[in-house]
């Protein structure tokens, strides 16, 4: 497949929609194209709610269904509400992080408004790789944020998730810029749920491991 077709390939790739030889072929082109690897990982909120609604919807609902004619009213009222909670909530975050920095080395927990995240930093001695991963139980699975300084580039990275039963689940690609140890924050989420998790692993898409983040 040509160049240009292969650039198209993204939307379905990072929707998981494209067959397993197309996927393992796009993964080539991956490691050669920051571009590519960069729209992939713009497209992990856009995953992540597909999957919250794939997760939250009864086989049984038709995927044509419509919403009743008071839902915007309850949208809009519960993003007024968010908004006006909004600074409370920071500020609770604030204080718990504050609160829990001394539950261990390289583990935080904060806490606010009745929702609990995990926090987790490393640095490998070997590769120099510094990361961090902010993960919060969700109905559907874990929302993660992932923070990586990593001066070796130019390399396309993977964030994988190891269950505590040895599976493992991919979350976000991306790709790093050469020479550049700048912070770069990427987001994705995972069908496991926190108490399911071992660790985290940050690898290259050749294989290579970077740094291990063990979740508690």
Same mark, same amino acid.
């Given at each position: 497949? !040509? #160049?240009?077709? =292969?650039?198209?390939?993204? *939307?379905?790739? @990072? ?5 397993? $030889? ?61 908004? !006006? #909670?909004?600074? =409370?909530?920071?500020?609770? *975050?604030?204080? @718990? ?5 001394? $539950? ?113």
């Amino acid at each position: 497949m !040509r #160049s240009q077709e =292969r650039h198209r390939d993204v *939307a379905a790739y @990072a929707l998981g929609v494209l067959d397993e $030889a197309d996927a393992f072929r796009f993964e080539d082109h991956l490691m050669e194209c920051p571009r590519c690897a960069a729209h992939v990982t713009e497209f992990g909120p856009i995953t992540r709610q597909l999957m919250l609604y794939r997760r939250s919807t009864p086989q049984f609902v038709s995927p044509l269904a419509k919403p009743g004619p008071r839902m915007l009213d309850r949208l809009l009222s519960e993003v007024g509400a968010r908004h !006006r #909670s909004g600074r =409370r909530r920071f500020l609770c *975050a604030v204080a @718990a992080t504050v609160a829990f920095a001394v $539950a261990g080395p390289g583990i935080v927990v904060v806490a606010g408004g009745g929702d609990k995240a995990q926090r987790i930093e490393a640095t490998d001695a070997r590769s120099g790789v510094w990361a961090q991963v902010t993960a919060a139980d969700e109905t559907a699975g874990t929302q993660v944020e992932l923070k990586v300084k990593d001066g070796a580039g130019p390399r396309t990275c993977l964030l994988v998730i190891v269950g505590h039963d040895g599976t493992e689940e991919t979350v976000t690609t991306w790709s790093v810029p050469r020479h550049d140890a700048r912070e770069l924050i990427m987001n994705g989420a995972s069908s496991y749920h926190p108490d399911q998790i071992a660790r985290y692993e940050v690898r290259t898409t050749d294989g290579e491991h970077l740094v291990t983040l063990n979740s508690g």
